[in-house]
């Protein structure tokens, strides 16, 4: 028995409260039909944000697996409302290493700080240098290590810097840029590799997910930058690399992917596409 609460630790869907649990709208309890589309919407924006807009009394087992072809669409919507925060950034005269810290704090008012949480998870355990298994019982550990917290400081350093690098010209777009490709991709690490271990946010993912599901996507997400010009679209091709590559490091190290390195790939995948960005559209 506590081998089975170990393995499902993390996944449990609990009530929220907060600033943007106001509207609880109460959707229809349909697995099925055109209502199961709307769930399926909001499950991803809930699952992704900290935008809760819905309350529901039922769950189904393929609630978040269905969710994922929205993963690129709500990554949209991510980048939108960061541009806005950029432009209130810019309008009240920030610039600079000041501006990126602004754009950070958005990011954790608007998204959270989940990524980040898979991020210090997954660093805690890849760099501790122990065996396969230990590596990823150091991940489950609730307590944070010197990996975790030396990884978030870089990370968030990485982040302020180059977001304050950039152009006020550039940077709107650019966010929607960064967050729908990392979000695609976390479609990719999702239906493409295998879990590392049973249970766990992973296999919530992965049980009930179709092929059709990455090919919903990769549309979504080529509308997307489609919109936004050329010089975006082959930033995120050019993305893609690096990021797949990591993933591959991360399953040789740990025999697979987990929930935490969903985080870990995306906040990398987050820095990497503005280092590009910063090489490529300067």
Not at 46 to 65: Q, V
Not at 88 to 107: D, Q, Y
Not at 142 to 164: D, E, M, P, R, Y
Not at 229 to 258: D, E, R
Request: glycine residues 12%; charged residues 15%.
């Amino acid at each position: 028995m506590a081998e089975e609460n170990e393995k499902t630790r993390g996944t449990e869907v609990e009530e929220e409260t907060g600033f943007w649990n106001r509207m609880n709208i109460r959707l229809p309890e349909h697995s099925t039909g055109p209502f199961r589309y709307l769930r399926d919407f909001f499950t991803c924006l809930e699952f992704l944000t900290r935008i809760r807009m819905t309350k529901r009394d039922l769950w189904f087992p393929d609630d978040f697996a269905r969710s994922v072809p929205y993963f690129p669409l709500v990554g949209g919507i991510m980048g939108l409302l960061m541009w806005g925060a950029a432009k209130g950034g810019i309008m009240l005269g920030l610039s600079g290493n000041l501006l990126g810290v602004f754009l950070v704090l958005a990011e954790l008012i608007f998204i959270g700080t989940l990524m980040y949480d898979g991020f210090m998870d997954t660093a805690d355990g890849v760099f501790s240098g122990r065996t396969r298994k230990r590596k990823l019982e150091i991940m489950q550990d609730s307590h944070v290590g010197a990996n975790a917290v030396i990884g978030a400081v870089i990370l968030i350093l990485a982040k302020v810097t180059l977001l304050g690098t950039m152009s006020p010209a550039m940077l709107g777009p650019l966010l929607v840029t960064m967050y729908v490709a990392t979000r695609t991709m976390m479609v990719i690490y999702i239906l493409k590799f295998p879990n590392a271990r049973p249970g766990g946010l992973g296999e919530m993912f992965k049980t009930g997910g179709k092929p059709v599901y990455l090919l919903l996507a990769v549309a979504f997400c080529a509308l997307l930058l489609f919109v936004l010009g050329p010089a975006f679209c082959k930033l995120a091709i050019l993305s893609v690399i690096p990021c797949i590559a990591i993933a591959f490091w991360l399953k040789w190290g740990l025999g697979g992917l987990t929930g935490d390195t969903f985080g870990f790939l995306t906040e990398c995948g987050n820095v990497i596409v503005l280092f590009l960005a910063l090489l490529l559209l300067r």
